[in-house]
Each structure stands twice: as structure tokens, then as C-alpha cells.
């Protein structure tokens, strides 16, 4: 089966940085996704990891530990817009279900 | 850029009701997903299809039966609706980006069922 865990509600200030863990165990592994969704909108895609290591997206950045089941967003100069929440998911092996954690509600304070 | 249509923002059902909700994509992308979304519940996805007449369950199936009698319209459908089934349900499709399937989603359906 697949479980993804991330922590409820976080609380950063605005020029901070901030990051946003999240562990996940698969059945067959085929990449960890980061998801930002602002109130009453749909989710958008922002990242995708399936080797081990940092990818650098402008001011997202987002890191992945295969053997340890282990992913965060990290997001830097935070800016009022980023108050959202972030959804990291994870997909199994190619075509299979794509399948989310609860989100983390990111609250950003001037 | 990919466009996925869902024919209803907003319905307000009654409990025993049958109620369908559409979803249109503008692509000729495979997958497609239905997922609803819960206050502390997050996403979970009700089913799945890979192409035409094909259908896989997801994570909450029950309650849910799924059509995709052609390639850009998934349907979801709620033979009997209960207020259980009071979600935002959101339509998806799967676009294949560096190996893996990247989501867009539809602007969603907030249903409520009295």
C-alpha cells in the first residue's frame, strides 16, 4: 500500500524560509510530486523528484531521499502569495495511482 | 496548455438522488482521475481510467461507478447520493512529463447532498 505523511498547518514570516517535510512508504516507487493549492482553487503542480538529491526551481526548491523514504519543499523570500497549502504525492510504477498526502497548510505572517 | 473542464461548480442534490459529474479535457490524454477533497482528509482518489471502457478503483470507490465512453469525457456518477458524499470532487488528467504523470486538474465540483 502507499501512505504519505506531512504535518497539518506550519506558520512562517514573510522574507523567511521555510520547509516542509514529507515521508512516504510505496509499493513500487516511481516519483515524489509537490502540489500548491490556494483556497478555493485547484491544485498546481510545482515539482517532481525521482533520483535522490535537490532540484532548484527558482525560489521552490524540492529534495528527495529514496532509501529513506523522504522528501521537503523548501520554500525561500517567502511572499504573502505562498500562504497555500502544499500537497506532496507520490505515483508507483508508471501508469499506476497517483496518491496524496492530507497537505500542509502553509500560513504566512507579514 | 492542457484544459480540463468540469460541467459543474456547483450542485445541490437530495439524498437518493442520482447525480453525474462530467469532466471534458481538450487533449487526447489517457489518464484521467476522480478525487474528492475533504476538510483534514486531503485528496483521496475514487477511480481511475487508462483509456476508453477502462476503469480502475482507487483508494474510496464505494458509492461511485465511473463512464469513459470516450477518450475526453470521464464521468462520475453516484447511483444513490448520500450526504456522506457532501465533497469537492475534482476531475484530473495525467500528462506525461520526464517519465511521470503530471496532474492537471479541473476547477472542481462542490457538491452537497441534503
Known amino acids: 500500500g502507499q501512505n504519505i505523511d506531512q504535518p497539518t498547518e506550519m506558520t512562517a514570516t514573510e522574507g523567511a524560509i521555510v520547509q516542509i517535510n514529507c515521508t512516504y512508504q510505496?509499493?513500487?516507487?516511481?516519483?515524489l510530486f509537490w502540489y500548491q493549492q490556494h483556497a478555493g482553487e485547484a491544485p498546481t503542480f510545482l515539482s517532481y523528484?525521482?533520483?535522490?538529491g535537490l532540484e532548484e526551481k527558482g525560489r521552490f526548491s524540492s529534495f528527495l531521499s529514496r532509501s529513506k523514504g523522504y522528501s521537503y519543499l523548501l520554500l525561500k523570500e517567502l511572499q504573502m502569495k505562498d500562504s497555500a497549502s502544499y500537497l506532496c504525492?507520490?505515483?508507483?510504477?508508471?501508469?499506476?495511482?497517483?496518491?496524496f498526502g492530507k497537505g500542509t497548510r502553509l500560513h504566512i505572517l507579514p | 496548455d492542457v484544459k480540463v473542464t468540469q460541467s459543474s461548480r456547483y450542485l445541490v442534490k437530495r439524498t437518493g438522488e442520482k447525480v453525474f459529474l462530467e469532466c471534458v479535457q481538450d487533449?487526447?490524454?489517457?489518464?484521467m482521475f476522480w478525487y474528492r477533497q475533504d476538510p483534514g482528509l486531503g485528496l483521496r482518489l475514487i477511480y481511475f481510467?487508462?483509456?476508453?471502457?477502462?476503469?480502475e478503483k482507487g483508494d474510496i470507490p464505494e458509492g461511485y461507478s465511473v463512464s469513459r465512453e470516450k477518450k475526453e469525457r470521464f464521468s462520475l456518477i453516484l447511483e444513490s447520493a448520500s450526504t456522506n458524499q457532501t465533497s469537492m470532487y475534482l476531475c484530473?488528467?495525467?500528462?506525461?512529463?520526464?517519465?511521470?504523470?503530471?496532474?492537471?486538474f479541473g476547477a472542481g465540483s462542490r457538491l452537497t447532498v441534503l
Open positions: 484530473a488528467i495525467a500528462r506525461a512529463l520526464w517519465g511521470a504523470n503530471v496532474l492537471t
Open positions: 523528484n525521482v533520483l535522490d
Open positions: 510505496t509499493s513500487g516507487f516511481n516519483g
Open positions: 481510467s487508462y483509456d476508453v471502457k477502462m476503469k
Open positions: 487533449m487526447d490524454h489517457e489518464n
Open positions: 504525492a507520490s505515483s508507483g510504477r508508471r501508469d499506476d495511482k497517483i496518491i
